[in-house]
């Protein structure tokens, strides 16, 4: 069993940065892809940012410029860098890392207000 236990959360206002982070309770073996993906108010779940094990990495057009992800194997952990936020970016956040199984986190709040 593997919990995603994510952290980073929080409000910001428009223009400002919040870095997420997303751990594993242990070391996975085989992993194909780690990921955020977000769920804004009356949208469905959508892709943000993925990450494979050898360090290629794939953006929603959305976010492009703004968001970086990155991951500390050594760690079990994974991140997601967010500047230039802007209000249309308020969702909650989701850990996702995906192997022979998918694992998710519990989601975590981001909302940019002024």
């Known amino acids: 069993q593997v919990q995603l236990v994510e952290s980073g959360g929080g409000l910001v206002q428009p223009g400002g940065s919040l870095r997420l982070s997303c751990t594993a309770s242990?070391?996975?073996?085989?992993?194909?892809?780690m990921g955020w993906y977000r769920q804004a108010p009356g949208k469905q779940r959508e892709l943000v940012a993925t990450i494979t094990f050898g360090g290629t990495t794939n953006y929603a057009d959305s976010v492009k410029g703004r968001f970086t992800i990155s991951r500390d194997y050594a760690m079990n952990t994974v991140y997601l860098q967010m500047n230039s936020l802007k209000p249309e970016d308020t969702a909650v956040y989701y850990c996702?890392?995906?192997?022979?199984?998918?694992?998710w986190g519990q989601g975590t709040q981001v909302t940019v207000s002024s």
């Open positions: 242990r070391t996975i073996f085989n992993i194909y892809t």
């Open positions: 996702n890392l995906r192997s022979s199984k998918s694992y």
